[in-house]
């Protein structure tokens, strides 16, 4: 399991605009890169990452050779009602993780 | 007056408090560095309390125990009468104490030890070893020893240069107050022995083999040099 770092925030209003911000531990390795014995280092990085409120997509992202390690994703959101958000990061190599954190409209 | 003039000058460069290179960041990368869910580098952290655990280092020393001791180091070794810096220690305490293989000083796992050990510390001002006299002069005079086909030393750029460009960065003041840190460049946690071989190598000089002393007395002078100022650990920098 990859770690990752997560801020949700725990109480929002209702119709609020919120910041989710998302940082997961990858190499994100390019493929282009020759390693210490001079071959290529096979190509690792994390292809899609996908959030979904409620079972309901809000954000998704197609990721590239050139994102960084370690990528970090920030988008807003609408909240409308209680709910549970699930990020998935899908990747190179079965790569697959999900999270989830729980949403409360107080 | 000229005398007077070169008092006053010695004054200002003797009274500069140390800056860290955190302050000639971007804003960017201070927020990044400042905010503990968007500094990659509290990823490594994350894995050291981890391996904190698995490893059973804390049947012997509780995390609050920690706090201040990257700050002191590096120390000087009771038993062998040496320096020693944090991931010596750490490599010590593993193979002499709890009697495990070796770890490699650079592998993840050591990193992120020393990445947990050092963020205890995060706050405190560096202290660095009174007993460590020797080491830091011989440090001191390493840094100030030209190298390399370029023929610089760690001083030309550090001391005289802090502050200017070298092609599009800004050349910090080379203080060692946030290792093991997160280097944009380096896509991940290194150590201050990696920062100090990238810059030797970068004057086209021949880096110290890996664990040579001469690691620990320019760590032993630069923890001197910083003194005051913080440990940021893990801090972030481009």
Redesign the interface.
């Known amino acids: 399991m990859a ?1 990752t ?3 949700v925030p725990a109480t929002v209003t209702r119709g609020e605009v919120v910041e989710i ?1 998302t ?1 997961i ?1 990858h ?2 390795e390019t493929g282009f890169r020759s390693g210490e014995n001079g071959r290529m280092l096979s190509r690792d990085i994390i292809r899609r990452f996908t959030c979904l409120y409620n079972n309901r997509p809000v954000f998704e992202a197609e990721l590239h050779p050139a994102i ?3 990528p ?1 994703l920030t988008f807003t959101l609408r909240v409308d009602e209680s709910g549970i958000l699930a990020f998935t990061w899908e990747g190179d190599n079965g790569f697959s993780q999900t999270e989830t954190r729980t949403l409360t409209v107080a | 007056m000229r005398q007077l003039a070169a008092a006053a000058l010695a004054a200002l460069t003797l009274g500069a408090a140390p800056r860290s290179g955190f302050e000639t960041m971007t804003p960017e990368l201070q927020a990044m560095q400042r905010d ?3 500094n ?1 580098g ?2 490594y952290v ?2 050291g309390e981890a391996l904190w655990a698995q490893e059973g280092c804390g049947s012997c020393h509780a995390v609050a125990a920690m706090r201040g001791v990257a700050a002191r180091y590096p120390a000087l070794d009771a038993a062998s009468q040496t320096p020693i810096d944090l991931t010596d220690r750490i490599a010590q305490c593993r193979e002499a104490r709890q009697g495990k293989p070796a770890l490699p000083p650079e592998a993840a796992p050591m990193l992120a030890l020393a990445a947990f050990v050092a963020h205890q510390s995060r706050g405190m001002p560096l202290q660095p070893d009174a007993q460590l006299e020797g080491a830091r002069r011989q440090g001191e005079a390493l840094f100030r020893e030209r190298r390399g086909q370029l023929n610089l030393s760690c001083a030309q750029c550090h001391d005289d240069n802090a502050g200017r460009k070298l092609a599009g960065s800004t050349i910090p003041e080379g203080h060692a107050n946030g290792y093991p840190l997160y280097r ?1 460049e380096w ?2 946690l290194g150590s201050l022995q990696r920062r100090l071989r990238n810059c030797i190598a970068g004057v086209r000089s021949e880096p110290y083999p890996p664990g040579a002393p001469e690691y620990v007395a320019l760590e032993a002078y630069l923890a001197a040099r910083a003194r005051g100022l913080v440990v940021e650990s893990p801090a972030v920098r481009p």
């Open positions: 770690r770092l997560l801020r911000r940082l531990q190499p994100m960084a390690a370690n970090y | 503990d869910l968007a990659p509290m990823l994350a894995d944009l896509q991940g």
